[in-house]
């Protein structure tokens, strides 16, 4: 690696608040986006992460968000896990909702990755990472605003995948399917382990940075143990 600063795009309570501790135990230098950077300042204390706010479907805010991080160092990681869903029925869906849902989960992955992109290409190295759901490949009834965007996110990085593993730039795309575990899950009920662990998809995230150019994935699936696929 060239650096260890990460920017998470999209920084929550949960998986992205597991990765970003992670990344704090392992070096890294961590900028946190989210529309409300209120919420993340217990993980700012845990992890000495800048956050900045940011609106990922906004090009301007999309680019203060990476003249934050520069002041950091040189990029390595950036993680898309923002996400934007509309549910009902198709004849039901609100145009706006669902217009709103794809700019954050598919435009905003782009303009996340393109400012990443060229960053990297001028350092020559780093990761661009993607989490993506079951809807990434599955469109279930009354999802049709939540599955238009991941399958467009999917697309994208498959596409930047090929483009830029040649130029040393690795990018991956995760099939969370499933339910993530958090702190209002019920643990005590049977089978164990019936949701995926934040901080074990936070190892696979930082496993699948670190690995060896000449064994690349593109994607991955996890999925707990009592998942059907």
């Known amino acids: 690696m060239t650096s260890n600063v990460a920017v998470i795009a999209g920084a929550g309570s949960g998986l992205s608040a597991a990765l970003a501790r992670l990344l704090a135990r392992e070096g890294f230098q961590i900028v946190l986006a989210a529309r409300n950077i209120e919420k993340l300042r217990a993980l700012q204390a845990q992890t000495g992460a800048q956050a ?3 609106d990922v479907s906004d090009p301007t805010s999309v680019e203060q968000l990476f ?7 040189p990029l390595s990681l950036v993680v898309f896990n923002a996400s934007g869903r509309a549910r009902g029925p198709i004849t039901e869906l609100d ?6 849902a794809l700019l954050v989960g598919a435009y905003g992955g782009f303009l996340v990755a393109q400012q990443a992109a060229r960053r990297m290409l001028a350092l020559g190295s780093g990761s661009i990472l993607f989490t993506g759901a079951t809807a990434s490949v599955k469109g279930f009834a009354g999802s049709a605003g939540f599955a238009m965007p991941k399958f467009g996110l999917r697309g994208l990085a498959q596409s ?19 339910a993530i575990a958090s702190a209002a899950s019920d643990h005590d009920a049977e089978p164990l382990d019936r949701r995926l662990s934040p901080d074990a998809i936070a190892e696979a995230y930082l496993a699948i940075h670190r690995q060896q150019r000449s064994a690349w994935t593109w994607e991955m699936e996890l999925r707990p143990w009592v998942e059907t696929f």
């Open 67 to 73: 003249d934050v991080a520069d002041k950091a160092g």
């Open 52 to 54: 900045v706010a940011t």
């Open 160 to 178: 930047m995948a090929r483009e830029l593993a040649p130029k040393n730039i690795h990018v991956a795309h995760f099939i969370i399917d499933g």
């Open 95 to 100: 145009p706006e909702a669902v217009r709103q």
